[in-house]
C-alpha cells in the first residue's frame, strides 16, 4: 500500500493485487491492536542482513519523522510505550485505514481477492495471470512479505519469483520467535510457565567458558549492544523473558532468536541489576533464614524454589538449609549458575509464532536507493520479502514505510 500510494500520487497508473479477503491482516494483530507504527531510534544497525549497508539508504530517506508527519496529518494520536516504540493510542485500524485513503488519494486500483496464479516476461512487460483475469504491466512490484504467521495467509510467494527470474535467496528462517528445548531436558523449568523477568541475553561469542555445569556458565552483561569479533556480531539485549511449557519466550527471547542459529547457545543472566554473591555473602552473617527465603527476597520466588531444587552441587534440601550454614563455595556457584546462565535450544516456536521472517531475496542483487533487481529491469522486491530483518519493537514497520516510498518514486 505504502509502494502504490506514493506511485499512483506520482501519476502513475497502479493496481494493487491481494490475495487475502481481508486488507492487512498483519497490521491489524500488530502491537497488540495498536500498531507499533515505527521506532523513533531506527538506525541501520537495528537490522540484520548478509548485505547490512544496503537498508542505508532507504531509511536515511524515509525516516520515522516522515511517518510520524504522515499519521499525524491523518489526525491520528499516538504515544511512546517503550525505548522508541511508537503506537497509535486507539487502533491499529487507523494505519490501515490512513494507507487505503492515501491508495485512494493516488487513485490505485484493486484486485482483492485475487491469487496470481501465473508472471511471466517478454522484454519490456510482465505479463500476470490471475483469479480475475490477466494483466499486463511495464513494472512489477513484489510486496508479499515472508512466510510469518501463515495462518493469516502469509507464504513464500515472493522468494519463488525471485528465483524464477534467477535472483538469489537467503535462506528463510522464523524470527522474533519463541525459542523451544528439549522436552526431558526442559521438564524442571516447564512448572515455571508464567514466570517472568528482566534478563540479560546474548548470542553465541561470550569468552571465558564456565564449568559446564547444568545450568552451564557464561558470562552475559551489558545492555542492548552489538559487537564485532571476528566475521560474526555478538549481540545481547536487556528485555524481559517469559518461561513456557516449551521453552522461554518474552522480547528478549524474541531479540536474540534472530541471531540464533542451530546447534549454538544463548547466554541469559537471570538477575542482571543485582551482584547475588555480595548480596548472599553480606546476607549470611548470622542469619537464621532458609536459603530460600533469603533467595526469594532477592528474585522471583517460583524461580528461586524451582532453581534450588535443580542445582545438583546444593543437594535436594538447600532450600531449607539456614543460609549461615551454607558454604560460602556453594553461595558462589549459586550466583554464578543464575548471571551466567548458558542452554541450548532445540528449535524455535516456528513460523506459526514468529514475528517476521530472517533471510529472503538477496539485497546484493538490487538497487539499494530503488530495490529494482540489477538484472531484471521493472522487477522490484521490498519489505519483508527482502534480507532485511527488523529487531523487535516497530523496525520492521519502519523498514517497510522505507522500502515502499523508495520503490514508489523509482518507478516510472
Same mark, same amino acid.
Given at each position: 500500500?505504502?509502494?502504490?500510494?506514493?506511485?499512483?500520487?506520482?501519476?502513475?497508473?497502479?493496481?494493487?493485487?491481494?490475495?487475502?479477503?481481508?486488507?492487512?491482516?498483519?497490521?491489524?494483530?500488530?502491537?497488540?491492536?495498536?500498531?507499533?507504527?515505527? *521506532?523513533?531510534?531506527?538506525?541501520?544497525?537495528?537490522?540484520?542482513?548478509?548485505?547490512?549497508?544496503?537498508?542505508?539508504?532507504?531509511?536515511?530517506?524515509?525516516?520515522?519523522?516522515?511517518?510520524?508527519?504522515?499519521?499525524?496529518?491523518?489526525?491520528?494520536?499516538?504515544?511512546?510505550?517503550?525505548?522508541?516504540?511508537?503506537?497509535?493510542?486507539?487502533?491499529? %485500524?487507523?494505519?490501515?485505514?490512513?494507507?487505503?485513503?492515501?491508495?485512494?488519494?493516488?487513485?490505485?486500483?484493486?484486485?482483492?481477492?485475487?491469487?496470481? +496464479?501465473?508472471? @511471466?516476461?517478454?522484454?519490456?512487460?510482465?505479463?500476470?495471470?490471475?483469479?480475475?483475469?490477466?494483466?499486463?504491466?511495464?513494472?512489477?512490484?513484489?510486496?508479499?512479505?515472508?512466510?510469518?504467521?501463515?495462518?493469516?495467509?502469509?507464504?513464500?510467494?515472493?522468494?519463488?519469483?525471485?528465483?524464477?527470474?534467477?535472483?538469489?535467496?537467503?535462506?528463510?528462517?522464523?524470527?522474533?520467535? =519463541?525459542?523451544?528445548?528439549?522436552?526431558?531436558?526442559?521438564?524442571?523449568?516447564?512448572?515455571?510457565?508464567?514466570?517472568?523477568?528482566?534478563? *540479560?541475553?546474548? *548470542?553465541?561469542?561470550?569468552?571465558?567458558?564456565?564449568?559446564?555445569?547444568?545450568?552451564?556458565?557464561?558470562?552475559?552483561?551489558?545492555?542492548?549492544?552489538?559487537?564485532?569479533?571476528?566475521?560474526?556480531?555478538?549481540?545481547?539485549?536487556?528485555?524481559?523473558?517469559?518461561?513456557?511449557?516449551?521453552?522461554?519466550?518474552?522480547?528478549?527471547?524474541?531479540?536474540?532468536? @534472530?541471531?540464533?542459529?542451530?546447534?549454538?547457545?544463548?547466554?541469559?543472566?537471570?538477575?542482571?541489576?543485582?551482584?547475588? %554473591?555480595?548480596?548472599?555473602?553480606?546476607?549470611?552473617?548470622?542469619?537464621?533464614?532458609?536459603?530460600?527465603?533469603?533467595?526469594?527476597?532477592?528474585? =522471583?520466588?517460583?524461580?528461586?524454589?524451582?532453581?534450588?531444587?535443580?542445582?545438583?552441587?546444593?543437594?535436594?534440601?538447600?532450600?531449607?538449609?539456614?543460609?549461615?550454614?551454607?558454604?560460602?563455595?556453594?553461595?558462589?556457584?549459586?550466583?554464578?549458575?543464575?548471571?551466567?546462565? @548458558?542452554?541450548?535450544?532445540?528449535?524455535?516456536?516456528?513460523?506459526?509464532?514468529?514475528?517476521?521472517?530472517?533471510?529472503?531475496?538477496?539485497?546484493?542483487?538490487?538497487?539499494?536507493?530503488?530495490?529494482?533487481?540489477?538484472?531484471?529491469?521493472?522487477?522490484?522486491?521490498?519489505?519483508?520479502?527482502?534480507?532485511? +530483518?527488523?529487531?523487535?519493537?516497530?523496525? *520492521?514497520?519502519?523498514?517497510?514505510?522505507?522500502?515502499?516510498?523508495?520503490?514508489?518514486?523509482?518507478?516510472?
Amino acid at each position: 500500500m505504502m509502494a502504490a500510494a506514493v506511485a499512483g500520487q506520482r501519476g502513475l497508473r497502479v493496481v494493487l493485487i491481494d490475495h487475502a479477503p481481508r486488507l492487512a491482516e498483519k497490521i491489524r494483530i500488530s502491537g497488540g491492536g495498536r500498531c507499533n507504527f515505527t *521506532n523513533i531510534g531506527t538506525t541501520p544497525a537495528n537490522f540484520l542482513s548478509q548485505n547490512p549497508h544496503f537498508c542505508r539508504s532507504a531509511l536515511a530517506a524515509y525516516t520515522p519523522r516522515d511517518f510520524i508527519d504522515l499519521i499525524e496529518k491523518h489526525g491520528i494520536r499516538w504515544h511512546e510505550k517503550h525505548r522508541g516504540q511508537l503506537f497509535c493510542d486507539e487502533s491499529s %485500524e487507523d494505519v490501515i485505514t490512513m494507507l487505503k485513503r492515501e491508495c485512494d488519494d493516488g487513485r490505485v486500483a484493486w484486485r482483492m481477492p485475487c491469487s496470481v +496464479t501465473d508472471i @511471466s516476461s517478454d522484454q519490456d512487460t510482465f505479463s500476470l495471470r490471475t483469479s480475475q483475469g490477466g494483466i499486463s504491466a511495464r513494472q512489477l512490484v513484489m510486496a508479499t512479505g515472508g512466510m510469518a504467521i501463515p495462518q493469516l495467509g502469509a507464504t513464500d510467494f515472493a522468494l519463488g519469483i525471485a528465483r524464477q527470474f534467477g535472483l538469489k535467496v537467503i535462506e528463510p528462517r522464523p524470527a522474533l520467535v =519463541p525459542l523451544t528445548f528439549d522436552t526431558h531436558a526442559w521438564e524442571p523449568f516447564s512448572t515455571l510457565s508464567g514466570v517472568a523477568l528482566e534478563v *540479560n541475553v546474548k *548470542n553465541d561469542l561470550a569468552t571465558g567458558a564456565g564449568s559446564g555445569h547444568a545450568p552451564a556458565q557464561e558470562a552475559a552483561a551489558g545492555k542492548r549492544k552489538a559487537t564485532s569479533k571476528g566475521a560474526r556480531q555478538q549481540t545481547e539485549f536487556l528485555e524481559d523473558l517469559l518461561f513456557t511449557h516449551r521453552g522461554l519466550s518474552g522480547p528478549a527471547i524474541l531479540q536474540i532468536s @534472530s541471531f540464533w542459529n542451530p546447534g549454538e547457545p544463548i547466554h541469559i543472566d537471570l538477575a542482571p541489576h543485582q551482584d547475588l %554473591e555480595r548480596d548472599l555473602l553480606a546476607a549470611k552473617s548470622g542469619s537464621r533464614q532458609q536459603l530460600s527465603t533469603v533467595l526469594a527476597g532477592l528474585w =522471583p520466588k517460583r524461580l528461586a524454589d524451582q532453581w534450588l531444587a535443580n542445582i545438583e552441587e546444593l543437594g535436594k534440601d538447600a532450600g531449607s538449609l539456614r543460609l549461615a550454614d551454607v558454604p560460602d563455595k556453594l553461595l558462589r556457584q549459586l550466583a554464578g549458575h543464575i548471571h551466567r546462565w @548458558s542452554l541450548i535450544p532445540s528449535g524455535t516456536a516456528g513460523y506459526k509464532k514468529a514475528e517476521v521472517m530472517r533471510g529472503g531475496v538477496d539485497t546484493r542483487g538490487l538497487n539499494q536507493k530503488t530495490m529494482e533487481a540489477n538484472t531484471v529491469p521493472g522487477l522490484y522486491f521490498i519489505g519483508e520479502a527482502v534480507d532485511v +530483518t527488523g529487531w523487535l519493537g516497530g523496525y *520492521n514497520f519502519q523498514w517497510a514505510w522505507a522500502s515502499g516510498v523508495a520503490c514508489g518514486e523509482a518507478v516510472s
